[in-house]
C-alpha cells in the first residue's frame, strides 16, 4: 500500500499538461481511485478503461496475493498499455510456483486465454505455468482439479496429466470415466498407443459406460483388441445406441455373425424389462424389416416408458393399422406425432372413418396442435367437408363452427387433392356459396376454393 501511496502522490502533483484529455484522463483516474473502499473495488478498477486508474488497481492487487488476484492480473498480462503489462508480469512471476497451484488451477481459464493473445509473448509465461503444474508433487491437487473441470480446461489438464504421468493406465481410467466426452474420446484414442493386454481392460470397462458417441468410438478401438469379437458384437447388435447398432451391423458379417440370427434368438427370450434392452430390439427390427409378432408389438405399445412407445410406431407395418390409430391416443406428444408422421402414408378410405370418429368424440378435449395435426392427415377437400358436416349437424354451435370454417377457408389458395372426386368437390363448393350469399361467410370465400 505504501508504494501505491507514493504513485498517487505524485499523479496528484503532476502539473496541469494543457492538454484537456491527458487532464481529463488524470481527474477521472483520481475520481476512481477515490471511489475504491475494498478488495472488490480494485479488482473492477483492473478492468477500467482509463489506464492510470487500470495501473493503480495493479499496483494495489500485486500486493493481495489470492486466486481471484491471479485471474485479474492475467487479464492484464495482455493490456494495450506496456507499463501496465510490465507491472503484471512482474506480479504474475510470483505466483509460477509450486505453493501457489491453488490459485493457478483458479485461474486456469485465463491462462489458457493467453495463448490466443498476441500483444505480448506469453510463451515463455505459459511453459512456466505449465512446468509448475507437472510437479510430481503436486499431481494430486491437479488430478482433483482434473476430475471436476469440464470442456477446454479439463482437455488442457488431462494433456499436461498425459505428457508426464509414469503410470498411464491408471490416468485413461480416470479420464475414460470423465464427465467430459471430449476428454474421454481423447483417453479412447491414447488407448491405442497401449499394449493390447493394458488396453483391452480400459476399453472393455469404457463401453459399458453411458454416452453413445464415445462408446461407438471405444469399440471401434475394441474389436482389433478382442481374440473373438462376437460376444461383443451380439451385444453391440442389440444396443440401445443407433450409432453402435450400425457399427456392429457392419463388423458383424466380417466375423461370420449374422444379426438376422442373433435378433431371432432374443425374440425367443421373454420380453425387455428396461428402457435399453427394448430400444435395442426394436431398433434392430426396424433396421432389419423384421416384422414382429403380435405379442411383441402389444407389450411394446403397452409399455409405460414413452420413447419406447415412440420406437414401436415405425416397426409397425401397414396391417397393424389398429396399433397406428391406437398411438394416436398416446398421452405423450412425441409418440403421438410419429403415429401422424406414419399414418400419412395410408389412403384416406382407411383412415376416415376413425379420423371422423376420432375428432367428432374428442374435439372439445383435443389440444389445438393435435385437432389440427388430425386434420392435416385430411385431403384438403374433405377437411372442408368435415367443417360443413360439423356447421349442419349442429346449429346450436353454428358460430363455434363457422369460426373455424372461415379462419380455415382464408388460409387457402391452392387445393391440391387427388382423392376427393370432382362431383363431391362441386357440391362443396355450391354449400360455400350458399353459405356466402347468406351472409354467414365472407365475401370472396367460393372464390378462394377455384
Not at 505466483?95 to 489458457?112: D, Q
Not at 507437472?134 to 488442457?156: I, N, S, Y
Amino acid at each position: 500500500m505504501k508504494h501505491l501511496k507514493d504513485w498517487l502522490e505524485r499523479l496528484k502533483s503532476r502539473p496541469v499538461s494543457g492538454d484537456y484529455w491527458e487532464d481529463r484522463r488524470r481527474q477521472e483516474a483520481l475520481e476512481a481511485l477515490a471511489a475504491c473502499t475494498g478488495y472488490g473495488d480494485w479488482l473492477t478498477l483492473s478492468t477500467h478503461g482509463n489506464g492510470f486508474a487500470r495501473e493503480a488497481a495493479v499496483r494495489e492487487l500485486s500486493e493481495q496475493p489470492s486466486p481471484e488476484t491471479l485471474v485479474a492480473l492475467l487479464e492484464r498480462l495482455n493490456d494495450w498499455v506496456p507499463q501496465i503489462r510490465q507491472l503484471a508480469y512482474e506480479a504474475v512471476q510470483r505466483y509460477l510456483a509450486p505453493e501457489h497451484v491453488r490459485a493457478l488451477l483458479h485461474a486456469l481459464p485465463a491462462l489458457m486465454a493467453l495463448a490466443e493473445r498476441q500483444r505480448a509473448d506469453h510463451g515463455p509465461t505459459l511453459a512456466v505455468a505449465r512446468a509448475v503444474l507437472q510437479v510430481p508433487e503436486l499431481r494430486m491437487d491437479v488430478e482433483v482439479a482434473f476430475a471436476t473441470r469440464h470442456g477446454k480446461a479439463a482437455r488442457f489438464l488431462f494433456t499436461l496429466l498425459q505428457e508426464v504421468s509414469a503410470e498411464p493406465v491408471a490416468l485413461l481410467r480416470m479420464a475414460l470415466a470423465h464427465r467430459e466426452m471430449t476428454v474421454r474420446q481423447m483417453a479412447v484414442k491414447a488407448c491405442k498407443t497401449l499394449p493390447a493386454e493394458q488396453a483391452r481392460p480400459l476399453l472393455l470397462e469404457a463401453f459399458d459406460k453411458p454416452g453413445a458417441s464415445v462408446r461407438v468410438v471405444v469399440l471401434h478401438a475394441l474389436l482389433p483388441l478382442l481374440d473373438d469379437t462376437r460376444p461383443v458384437l451380439r451385444a453391440a447388435l442389440l444396443d440401445a445406441s443407433p450409432s453402435i447398432r450400425a457399427l456392429a451391423r457392419w463388423a458383424a458379417p466380417r466375423e461370420q455373425l449374422d444379426a438376422h440370427s442373433v435378433l431371432m434368438a432374443r425374440l425367443h427370450q421373454p420380453h425387455p424389462v428396461n428402457k435399453r434392452d427394448w430400444m435395442g430390439l426394436l431398433g434392430l427390427s426396424h433396421e432389419l424389416a423384421v416384422e414382429l409378432d403380435e405379442s411383441w408389438i402389444s407389450a411394446a405399445m403397452l409399455s409405460g416408458i414413452s420413447s419406447v412407445r415412440l420406437a414401436a410406431v415405425p416397426c409397425l407395418s401397414k396391417n397393424r393399422l389398429a396399433h397406428r390409430l391406437m398411438a394416436l391416443s398416446d398421452s405423450a406428444d412425441k409418440v403421438f406425432a410419429k403415429a401422424v408422421e406414419h399414418l400419412r402414408e395410408e389412403p384416406w378410405a382407411v383412415l376416415q372413418a376413425d379420423l371422423d370418429m376420432r375428432l367428432d368424440r374428442d374435439w372439445y378435449v383435443l389440444p389445438p396442435e393435435r385437432r389440427e395435426a388430425l386434420m392435416h392427415l385430411r385431403p384438403r377437400w374433405q377437411q372442408l367437408a368435415y367443417w360443413l358436416r360439423r356447421l349442419d349437424a349442429a346449429p346450436q354451435e353454428r358460430q363455434h363452427w363457422l369460426m373455424h370454417l372461415k379462419n380455415w377457408l382464408s388460409q387457402q389458395y391452392l387445393m391440391v387433392d387427388p382423392v376427393t372426386h370432382p362431383v363431391e368437390r362441386t357440391a362443396l363448393i355450391e354449400r360455400v356459396q350458399q353459405l356466402e350469399s347468406a351472409g354467414l361467410l365472407p365475401e370472396g370465400s367460393t372464390k378462394r376454393l377455384r
